[in-house]
């Protein structure tokens, strides 16, 4: 059976910002779990990025706004038709925990790690080229050696006012990637274009290929208006355009 590959797309800057934080967070619940010390490394420069990308904008404030925008917009659909309430106050139920989690953090996001001598340490001789080895950083070379336990132990400290942020995000992505349905649509000679003019805002589109053709989409775009060209992949050279017309899944999340 032939596999599909999804890309994504952001339209918005919050929606770029919370997929760039997924990214990070899922790659730390990857490493986190691995008791070695090269699993280690990759964990706290994970942490470190998480901390420098929750930094540049309040985070907390953007996700508690649009958890509470998600909250009334669902609210608008409990007298439609076929609406099972239920589901929609386990839906709500959902976003208020998530938002009440988000308020009663204590400080900015991040501020733990980026306030953490130790952690302040190891980013300034990260962004040296291999200023990360042990003679650089004796003390983080000491660290790493300590017992898996004992290093979780500090990490889960470090992340303590990450786990809402984490969850809020996992939330709302689920909610916004749920709320297209997949269409059929055509790339004329390898090219798709698209204007939105819904008055909700469009955070992200979909788009699935086969895994099996080695074709990607580069994709341009904003809240009002996309455009997708396909390329092929070539190991041998620079990628081709696509020129032949292509089907595709397209799904447009606008909520």
Known sequence: MATTLTFEHPLNERARTLMRLEHLFEKLAFFQPQDNPWAARAMVETLLDIAAASSRADIKTELIKELDRQSLNLERFRNQPGVKSKALDTSLSELAAAAESLRTLEGP????????????????????????????????????????????REVSLWMEDLIAVRD??????????????????QAREGLYQESLEGKAPAHLIRIAVPGDTLLYPEISGHKNRFAIR??????????????????????????
């Open 109 to 152: 996001v991040g501020q733990r790690i980026r306030e953490n001598e130790f952690l302040k340490g190891v980013a300034q001789r990260g962004s040296l080229p291999g200023g990360m080895c042990s003679f650089d950083l004796p003390q983080y070379h000491l660290w790493l050696s300590l017992a898996f336990r004992d290093r979780n």
């Open 168 to 185: 809020a995000i996992q939330l709302l992505l689920s909610y916004i990637r749920g709320s297209a349905t997949p269409r059929r649509v």
């Open 230 to 255: 396909f390329l092929r992949t070539n190991d041998q050279a620079a990628p081709e355009p696509v020129r032949e017309d292509l089907e595709f899944s397209l799904a447009c999340c606008v909520l």
